[in-house]
Nanobody, 121 residues
């Protein structure tokens, strides 16, 4: 059972930046999803298992950047130019099987506990 340790998040005004991190014990395909109450969990950004491919939701392209540190197996989601509609609980999500960027909750093997991101106008 993988353990994903999330950090970061918090509250910021619109236009500000936040950084989320997710630490694991080994290599995974890793993505970030977010969820607001009453809505389904949605894909935000991710890196495939090899690290050679990244993907972003249209709503965050150009504002969010996903990266990883292979020395510590830590994945980072840098979120810039934040908007109130980015407010959600953010989850890191891992797969030990996927060679592609995970974009569906059905492809996820392990979830982080989630961290709240709140953007005020």
């Amino acid at each position: 059972q993988a353990q994903l340790v999330e950090s970061g998040g918090g509250s910021v005004q619109a236009g500000g930046s936040l950084r989320l991190s997710c630490a694991a014990s080994m290599r995974y395909a890793m993505s970030w999803f977010r969820q607001v109450p009453g809505n389904e969990r949605e894909f935000v950004a991710g890196i495939n298992w090899s690290g050679g491919s990244k993907g972003y939701a249209d709503s965050v392209k150009g504002r969010f950047t996903v990266s990883r540190d292979t020395a510590t197996w830590t994945w980072t989601l840098q979120m810039n130019s934040l908007k109130p509609e980015d407010t959600a609980v953010y989850y890191c999500a891992a797969s030990s099987r996927a060679g592609w960027v995970i974009k569906s909750v059905q492809e996820v093997d392990y979830w982080g506990p989630g961290t709240q991101v709140t953007v005020s106008s």
